[in-house]
Nanobody
Framework: QVQLQESGGGSVQAGGSLTLSCAAS????????MSWFRQAPGKSREGVAAIDNDGTIRYADSVKGRFTLSKDNAKNTLNLQMTSLKPEDTALYYC??????????????????????WGQGTQVTVSS
């Protein structure tokens, strides 16, 4: 069973930085796409950044140039470095994963319906 555990959330002032981490267990990351989503109060969940199993990374337009996604295959962790944070980045951030068969290509979309496995989320609050 795939398990995802997020950490690193917190409260910062606008312009500050945070790094979120997602520790994955129960699978080999090479056969999975992984991503970060977020959900603000009263809003739908939106994709933030995602990485294919070949290392291709995609970002939502709202975070391009400010957020950096990286994956450590040896440690099975997915990290999201967030800089120049804005109050509108305030949300519950979720790690997600979806798998493919051995040797297959996994396209990491920013659509939540594409993912089967989810963490519990970590809160990020940015004050102005």
């Amino acid at each position: 069973q795939v398990q995802l555990q997020e950490s690193g959330g917190g409260s910062v002032q606008a312009g500050g930085s945070l790094t979120l981490s997602c520790a994955a267990s129960g699978y080999t990351s090479r056969n999975y796409c992984m991503s970060w989503f977020r959900q603000a109060p009263g809003k739908s969940r939106e994709g933030v950044a995602a990485i294919d199993n070949d290392g291709t990374i995609r970002y939502a337009d709202s975070v391009k140039g400010r957020f950096t996604l990286s994956k450590d295959n040896a440690k099975n962790t997915l990290n999201l470095q967030m800089t120049s944070l804005k109050p509108e980045d305030t949300a519950l951030y979720y790690c997600a994963a979806e798998g493919v068969g051995p040797g297959a290509y996994c396209y990491a979309s920013l659509v939540q319906q594409e993912y089967s496995y989810w963490g519990q989320g970590t809160q990020v609050t940015v004050s102005s």
